[in-house]
C-alpha cells in the first residue's frame, strides 16, 4: 500500500512526465525529429502506464483497506460471538450448578426426613419394647404373687394337715400310753 504522500507525488510526476511527452512530441513534430516525437509518445505512454498502475494501486489500497476493515469487523463480530458463546456457557453452567445445589438440598432434606423417620420408629419400637418389657414384668410379677399365694396356701394346709396329724399321735400317744398303763396294771 502506498500513503498519500507517496500517491500525490507520483501523480505530480505522472503529470510533468505526461506533459514532458507532450512537448517532446509536439517538438519532434515541429522540428521534424521523429525519434523526439516517438520518445515524447513513449515517455507519455509510460506516465499513462504510470498513471494506470497508480489507479491500479490505489484501487488495489482501497479494496485492502476494505478488506482489513472488513477482516476487522468479522474479528470483532468473532470476538463477540465468542463473549456471548462464554457468557451463554457461563450461564449454563451457574444454571447447572444451582440445579446441582437445589438437588442436593432436596436429596439432604430426603435424607433428613428419613432419618428423623428412622429414629421416630426406633424410638417407637424402643417405647414399645419396653412397653412390652413392662408389661411382661407385671404378669411375671403377678403369677408370682399367685404362685405365692398358692404357695402360702398349700403351707398353711400342709401345716394344718401336719398338726391334724400331730393331734391324731398325740391322741394314738396318750392311747398308747392309757392302754400300756392298763396293761402294766393288770
Same mark, same amino acid.
Not at 507532450?22 to 516517438?38: N, T
Not at 439432604?108 to 414399645?128: L, M, P, S
Given at each position: 500500500?502506498? !500513503?498519500?504522500?507517496?500517491? /500525490? ?9 505526461? =506533459? ?16 523526439? &516525437? ?6 507519455? /505512454? ?5 498513471? *494506470?498502475?497508480?489507479?491500479? @494501486? +490505489? ?5 485492502? #483497506?476494505? +478488506? ?5 469487523? *468479522? ?16 450461564? #449454563?453452567?451457574? &444454571?447447572?450448578?444451582?440445579? %446441582? &445445589?437445589?438437588?442436593?438440598?432436596? /436429596? !439432604?432434606?430426603?435424607? *433428613? =426426613? ?8 426406633? @424410638? ?6 419396653? $412397653?412390652?418389657? $413392662? ?12 404362685? @405365692?399365694?398358692?404357695?402360702? #396356701? *398349700? ?13 391324731? /399321735?398325740?391322741? %394314738?400317744? #396318750? ?6 398303763? @392298763?396293761?402294766?396294771?393288770?
Amino acid at each position: 500500500m502506498t !500513503d498519500g504522500k507517496d500517491t /500525490a507525488a507520483q501523480a505530480r510526476d505522472g503529470l510533468v512526465a505526461s =506533459i514532458s511527452g507532450k512537448v517532446k512530441e509536439v517538438g519532434g513534430a515541429l522540428l521534424g525529429s521523429d525519434s523526439l &516525437a516517438r520518445e515524447g509518445q513513449l515517455q507519455q /505512454a509510460e506516465a499513462n502506464e504510470r498513471r *494506470e498502475a497508480n489507479a491500479k @494501486e +490505489a484501487v488495489a489500497d482501497a479494496e485492502a #483497506r476494505r +478488506a482489513e476493515e472488513k477482516l476487522r469487523a *468479522e474479528n470483532e463480530r468473532a470476538r463477540e460471538e465468542k463473549q456471548d458463546v462464554a457468557a451463554q456457557e457461563a450461564a #449454563r453452567v451457574a &444454571a447447572a450448578e444451582q440445579v %446441582a &445445589a437445589q438437588q442436593q438440598r432436596q /436429596a !439432604d432434606a430426603e435424607a *433428613e =426426613i428419613r432419618a428423623r423417620t428412622g429414629e421416630v420408629a426406633a @424410638e417407637q419400637k424402643a417405647a414399645a419394647e419396653v $412397653r412390652d418389657a $413392662r408389661v411382661d414384668a407385671l404378669n411375671a410379677q403377678a403369677e408370682a404373687a399367685v404362685q @405365692e399365694q398358692q404357695g402360702e #396356701r *398349700e403351707k398353711q394346709r400342709l401345716a394344718a394337715e401336719a398338726a391334724v396329724a400331730e393331734a391324731e /399321735a398325740a391322741e %394314738a400317744q #396318750r392311747k398308747a400310753d392309757r392302754l400300756e398303763n @392298763e396293761f402294766d396294771r393288770s
